[in-house]
């Protein structure tokens, strides 16, 4: 058997998390090969589906809120450099409920931070969004520029980026077998490749590739989203922007690229197997989102269903992610957790795995494999 393959990083996994880990470390001078078993962007990834959330509010969490900011700069940056533009500024709207703290919360943090935000009555918001049932709800903030990340299409342009300037691509799986030594990874096609780090930012795969130390720390859930047929410009932006009721734990997107609204319930599904189990939506997730669109946005109620997906989150014990070294590999990195609003913040965190890997910034505590717990008690929406 010949010589390895060798360079200074290897990234396991090209969703968003991998994908602008590897970009980042490739700006930064690094020889790096990026390793994906599905393909940038495949269906079965957490970050494969069409369109994506960013909004800078998280309660009184200014760690996020702050990520989410440098991240928007970040894609729109990236975005200007490749001519092709994959946010969409729809707004994000946020209805808040009577008595609700988490989006007084948010508005207040956004105003300290000086992040754009306008608080909107409830006759303001309601003479402005008029699509809306308003039951429950008193009162709304915008943030006028967030929006709306292309996600899949997204995701695809950050490798492109990354293999035009060097970075070596292999679709291709790590097996959990051949990653108990850290001088080499061999991958399921007997390609071999030695690094001086290895970054494993594999999401829902982690607790596959590192059962003894992730299993129970990383949950992957099934998540039901739907596209349902829009009536007319009413529902496209600007007439229409993203919207979130936290309370009820429901968010919607509006018709982008005539797909249609998309509608989700974000609330943990049931365990899922990224490999194995079959991606159709069931009868019961739908049944809800009609329930909350007869309360929430009525003539959304009986619309048709254009395209439905089965995603999944890869949820830590509390919603932080996982940004650490292996306990028992010091070259070896543990990047996920992304928990369902990971998406958003990929440059962020490509920025700060390079960074990390380079000794020029300091760990966060909040993102340690050490507070990640086998109960769950979710606290980062």
């Not at 967030?146 to 691509?169: H, I, M, N, T, W």
């Not at 609204?261 to 049944?287: C, M, N, Q, W, Y």
């Amino acid at each position: 058997m010949g010589a390895p393959k060798t360079c200074d990083v290897v990234v396991v996994g090209a969703g968003v998390f991998g994908a602008w880990t590897a970009y980042q470390l490739r700006q930064a001078g690094k020889s790096v090969t990026l390793i994906d078993g599905y393909g940038a962007g495949n269906s079965r990834s957490s970050s494969g589906d069409e369109s994506r959330i960013i909004r800078m509010g998280y309660g009184a969490d200014e760690i996020y809120s702050r990520s989410a900011w440098r991240s928007l700069q970040l894609w729109k940056e990236f975005f200007a450099q490749t001519g092709d533009n994959l946010f969409r500024e729809t707004g994000v709207l946020w209805l808040a409920h009577e008595g609700d703290p988490y989006p007084v919360s948010t508005f207040e943090t956004l105003t300290k931070l000086r992040f754009p935000v306008e608080k909107l009555t409830l006759p303001e918001v309601s003479t402005r969004y008029p699509q809306f049932g308003y039951e429950g709800i008193g009162g709304a903030f915008l943030e006028p520029e967030s929006g709306v990340l292309l996600a899949r299409r997204a995701v695809q342009a950050v490798v492109r980026e990354a293999l035009k300037s060097g970075v070596e691509y292999l679709q291709d799986s790590v097996e959990p077998a051949n990653v108990r030594r850290f001088d080499e990874v061999v991958t399921t096609s007997g390609e071999r490749i030695s690094a001086a780090v290895y970054v494993f930012a594999c999401g829902a795969w982690l607790p596959k590739v590192f059962p003894e130390v992730l299993a129970g720390r990383i949950h992957p859930t099934r998540q039901d989203v739907f596209y349902l047929g829009a009536p007319g410009m009413r529902f496209q932006s600007p007439a229409l922007p993203v919207w979130i009721d936290f309370k009820t734990e429901a968010y919607g997107l509006p018709d982008i690229e005539g797909r249609g609204v998309k509608v989700a319930i974000d609330r943990h599904g049931e365990a899922f197997d990224p490999d194995t189990r079959d991606r159709v939506v069931s009868s019961e997730s739908l049944a809800e989102v009609r329930r909350y669109l007869a309360r929430r946005v009525p003539e959304l109620q009986n619309a048709p269903v254009n395209e439905t997906r089965v995603c999944q989150y890869e949820n830590t014990s509390n919603g932080d992610f996982l940004i650490d070294r292996h306990p028992e590999f010091e070259n070896v990195w543990l990047v996920g957790g992304g928990s369902g609003h990971g998406f958003k913040h990929g440059p962020f965190v490509g920025e700060y795995v390079a960074a990390r890997i380079e000794g020029r910034v300091e760990g966060e505590p909040r993102f340690s494999l050490a507070t990640k717990l086998d109960e769950h008690q979710r606290a980062v929406y």
